[in-house]
């Protein structure tokens, strides 16, 4: 049994034991990202804790992976958490519309640490999420996920989730074929 944790001063420890043994919670960005929350937990663990939860997206520009800078959206992470750091997932949205901007790939992300896949937790945390979202007050959330990638179909589809498209993503992101499901609220 998992949960799902606003980052908290005393989860850090776990949650950078896993940054350092190479888990990244970017499922695009991957080491970079690592790299930089490391940094930025070293400088200041209170303004890293603080920058996870952004309900009113004033945390300035979003980098793309192309070098984009992008207006951030309202957006909040959690920490997938059984008793130590699990994993991380994530929510973003637009106030007033369930649409998104072309360059973010879903409302929802998630990442869970190698050594405890297969155990359900992605299932869980976002079953656990969805009630977050139904807390915005959106309709439906979109997820995206690669077409290799059926681990994470499966994710989605256990929690109601349906495909609705396949598209190529946004060119900053290199303009991959990847689906679109939807999971109603």
Not at 32 to 41: M, P, V, Y
Not at 94 to 102: D, H, I, N, V
């Amino acid at each position: 049994m998992i949960e799902i944790v606003k980052p908290a001063l005393g989860h850090l420890p776990s949650y950078k034991a896993a940054l350092e043994r190479g888990w990244s919670p970017d499922n695009v960005r991957l080491q970079e990202a690592t790299r930089e929350q490391l940094a930025a937990i070293e400088q200041d663990p209170v303004a890293f804790l603080a920058s996870l939860d952004d309900p009113e997206a004033k945390g300035g520009t979003i980098t793309l992976p192309d070098g984009t800078q992008v207006s951030r959206l309202p957006g909040f992470r959690r920490w997938i958490w059984d008793g130590e750091a699990s994993g991380s997932i994530g929510f973003r949205w637009q106030k007033g519309t369930a649409e998104l901007p072309s360059h973010v790939l879903g409302h929802i992300g998630y990442a869970v640490v190698p050594w405890k896949r297969r155990r359900g937790y992605a299932t869980q945390a976002l079953r656990l999420m969805l009630d977050e979202a139904r807390a915005v007050g959106l309709p439906y959330v979109e997820i995206t996920a690669k077409p290799g990638n059926p681990t994470s179909h499966k994710v989605i589809l256990a929690n109601g989730g349906r495909l609705v498209e396949r598209f190529f993503e946004d060119a900053a992101y290199g303009g991959a074929e990847s689906l679109r499901f939807r999971i109603e609220l």
